[in-house]
């Protein structure tokens, strides 16, 4: 392969792909990685560098020790603060993945895990999901729980009241959970604290018809901190909002 520059559409590709790989899976033998680098005409070693050259700009990662490689580029520099925050220009490069790179469309989007979705696909959610899950490094956020058939990508702030541009695709609007506990916190019986702090609602605590046992796995994690993200740390504007308009007191 020949020695070029890293252009502002191959670079994006890279911010994309590194928001949907977890940062310890970043390395040349991944397969997403190697089939992405087969069709930029890249070597996976060249992309997977890209990629932890972006990772030094992220803020939050450094928050978990890991600071990427420091010796980036213009172009990375001038990329991440034009589209790092830009989730659903990711989110349109993510949907073309699966147009100009279709023969690895599995490996990247579904790294592996067989997700049934209906024909109403709306674009940006499958980016979210896999940006969600791995800044949580494929675990419930409450329980610990890594099965991924059991996890879901929650919207803080509904996406049905979420902004097309800045907050739909946003995984800083995101939390990692199972699937019991997601729909806890869609009911609002659960929601955090601006600490990250799980708070049970007296409604679901009085609720009668609520067996023990699903009761009992619910307020068990009460005034736990969640298991926070090596990246992407959720806002707490979002966390303001499911508050003040889902959490059921």
Known sequence: M????WNEEETCIALALYYKIPFGKIDKNNPSIIAVAEKLNRTPSALAMKMCNLAHFDKTLQRENKTGLPHGSKMDEYVWK???MEFDKLAQINESLKITLPNIADSIIHEGHNIEYSAKYRIG???????VLSAYNNTCCITGISIPELLIASHIKPWSK????????NPRNGLCLNALHDRAFDQGYITLDKNYTIIVSDRLKKKRHLDE???????????QHI???CRSLPDLKYIEYHQDTIFQP
């Open 227 to 229: 298991i926070l993200p």
């Open 162 to 169: 979420s902004d097309d541009k800045n907050e739909k695709a």
């Open 213 to 223: 046992k699903t009761k009992e796995w619910i307020c068990a994690y009460e005034g």
């Open 2 to 5: 020949n020695r070029r520059n």
């Open 125 to 131: 959610q499958q980016f979210f999901r896999d940006a």
């Open 82 to 84: 034009k589209y790092a």
